[in-house]
């Protein structure tokens, strides 16, 4: 049997994410192999994402060595993957889904950050944006790299604190003491979960995939990524949104923010049938507040 190639960028975290997607294959029997591929965004470092004007900024060279039979599957940060798949490419597997929080890793005292000024650092528009509408005296610096870097630049920097995704930290052994959970702030669409890729012709090794596919995080992703694509936005927009599915229902909470942060809307919502939820439908009544 030939190991499925499975296609990844080289970051620590990167790594770590197709190493469980290849452990969960290699203990169902199946060799593997990794193929790590450099993405546009890790080699250009210093413009903020928002700026860049691209979607699927980490995923587009591991599309196309998929698409040009390089790799068998590609792995990757649910939240970086655009709503809208490239032609010829499918999703595989949807893995059970981490910590979807962001957190605040600070340096200092921020117990008073209502009151006193405070620069804080993310590359994120949105947690940029949802940042300044609950502290709008703060500066947001811009902070680019991987998970390792962004640490380093906050302890090289007279920063009070950086926003990470929870998960990122946790999965590599990064947590530091100093933290907050940002409770409030609304994650990314799919935040926490990794998603695997492969062409939509492979039909064995979909077969494969669905072993280690999970049915309840899929539900929760594929309604966060259908508010996202209804509001027409990529993973740099200022966008967040959460769903939990208990089985029978769902929960949805999703919001939309203008960059400065001054302008906010919000949609809580709880549907009784998967079948009842509309991305669009929820859109429209964020755009109708906003």
């Known amino acids: ?72 599957i590609a792995v990757h940060s649910m939240k970086d993957v655009p709503t809208l798949l490239p032609d010829g490419i499918a999703v595989g597997a949807v893995l059970e889904r981490g910590n979807p929080h962001d957190i605040l890793v600070y340096k200092g005292d921020v117990s008073d950050l209502d009151s006193r000024v405070a620069t804080i650092a993310t590359s994120s528009l949105r947690r940029k944006a949802q940042w300044l509408h609950r502290y709008p005296h703060h500066t947001i610096e811009n902070l680019r790299g991987n998970v390792n870097t962004r640490l380093q630049k906050l302890a090289d920097n007279p920063w009070d604190g950086a926003i990470f995704a929870a998960a990122g930290l946790e999965r590599i052994d990064k947590l530091p003491e100093d933290y907050l959970v940002l409770d409030w702030m609304l994650p990314a669409p799919a935040q926490g979960a990794i998603m695997v890729l492969a062409h939509e012709d492979n039909v064995d090794l979909q077969g494969i995939l669905l072993k280690i596919h999970d049915g309840k995080t899929y539900i929760e992703t594929q309604v966060e990524r259908a508010f996202l694509r209804a509001l027409e936005g990529g993973c740099t927009a200022p966008i967040g949104a959460y769903a939990e599915f208990d089985g029978e229902q769902v929960h949805f909470k999703g919001g939309l923010w203008s960059e400065d942060g001054k302008q906010e809307a919000l949609v809580n919502e709880t549907f009784d049938h998967i079948d009842e939820f509309t991305g669009e439908w929820l859109a429209s009544k964020v755009r109708d507040n906003y």
């Open 1 to 72: 049997m030939k190991p499925i190639r499975i296609g990844t960028r080289d970051s620590q975290l990167a790594l770590w994410q197709a190493e469980t997607v290849q452990y969960q294959l290699e203990l169902l029997g199946y060799p593997t192999e990794i193929v790590g591929i450099k993405s546009e965004g890790d080699l250009e470092l210093t413009t903020p994402l928002y700026e860049m004007g691209v979607t699927g900024i980490f995923t587009k060279a591991l599309d196309i060595a998929l698409l040009k039979g390089e790799i068998d």
